[in-house]
Structures are given as structure tokens and as C-alpha cells.
């Protein structure tokens, strides 16, 4: 049982390195985050949102592909 259960860990921690590892689809800002986009002085028409948390934003430029990460 004990083998079953460290076994269980293990897969959970290779899918866990998994999900970080995959690529992320840029999606359109949502009203708030344009306003926070807006409010670090960028055009929140020329961004897509690739990944956001309580703290971070992390952007993708529509026309060059460049990223950038904001404060929130």
C-alpha cells in the first residue's frame, strides 16, 4: 500500500512539472485586467493576457510577440 501511495506522489509531481512546463495561450484582457494594463502606462489593446496571479501579470505584445510582466 505504501509503494501504491509514494507511486500516487510521484505522478502527481510530474504532473505538476508538466502543466508548468506547457505552453499558455495569450487570451484578451478582461475589463479589470485592461485597466491594470492602462494604469502600468500600456495600450490594453495591443496586449494579451498569457498568465495572471494576485501579485503578476504576465503580457504578450498582438504585433511583435514580445512578453512583459506587470505589478498588480
Do not use: F
Not at 9 to 33: G, I, L, Y
Not at 42 to 68: F, P
Request: positive net charge; proline residues 3%.
Amino acid at each position: 500500500m505504501d509503494l501504491v501511495a509514494e507511486t500516487g506522489r510521484a505522478s502527481d509531481k510530474n504532473h505538476a512539472e508538466e502543466v508548468r512546463t506547457m505552453k499558455r495561450r495569450p487570451k484578451r484582457p478582461t475589463d479589470e485586467q485592461a485597466m491594470l494594463i492602462a494604469k502600468a502606462g500600456l495600450m490594453a489593446r495591443d496586449w494579451l493576457v498569457l498568465w495572471a496571479s494576485e501579485r503578476q501579470m504576465c503580457l504578450v505584445h498582438r504585433g511583435n510577440g514580445k512578453t512583459r510582466r506587470i505589478e498588480i
